[in-house]
């Protein structure tokens, strides 16, 4: 079992940066990735790195903007996120174990999320 708490969300302007967190419970020695869920829409996939870090993967509506890593050593995944959109704005999950692709939501284990929002 394994346990993922996000962290880093909050309030930013356009044009502004976070970094989000997921601290997970143990060693995930798998691929993990970052989705979001805006209000009335379904989760989508934002970025995926694999168990080594060697491997990324972006949506294109972040690629050149949003830069995923992890820290193996201390079991925690990152999300560096510059020159925030308004279109940016939803909750965050970070996720481990992909039962299939790492683009689709079918992972194992999810965190609880946490709030982007990105005033214009």
């Known amino acids: 079992q394994v346990q993922l708490v996000e962290s880093g969300g909050g309030l930013v302007q356009a044009g502004g940066s976070l970094r989000l967190s997921c601290a997970a419970s143990?060693?995930?020695?798998?691929?993990m990735g970052w989705f979001r869920q805006a209000p009335g829409k379904e989760r989508e996939f934002v970025a995926a790195i694999s168990w080594n870090g060697l491997s990324t993967y972006y949506a294109d509506s972040v690629k050149g903007r949003f830069t995923i890593s992890r820290a193996n050593a201390k079991n925690t995944l990152y999300l560096q996120m510059n020159n925030l959109k308004a279109e940016d704005t939803a909750v965050y999950y970070c996720a481990s174990n992909p039962r299939g692709t790492y683009y689709s939501t079918a992972y194992n284990y999810w965190g609880q999320g946490t709030q982007v929002t990105v005033s214009s």
């Open positions: 143990g060693r995930t020695f798998s691929v």
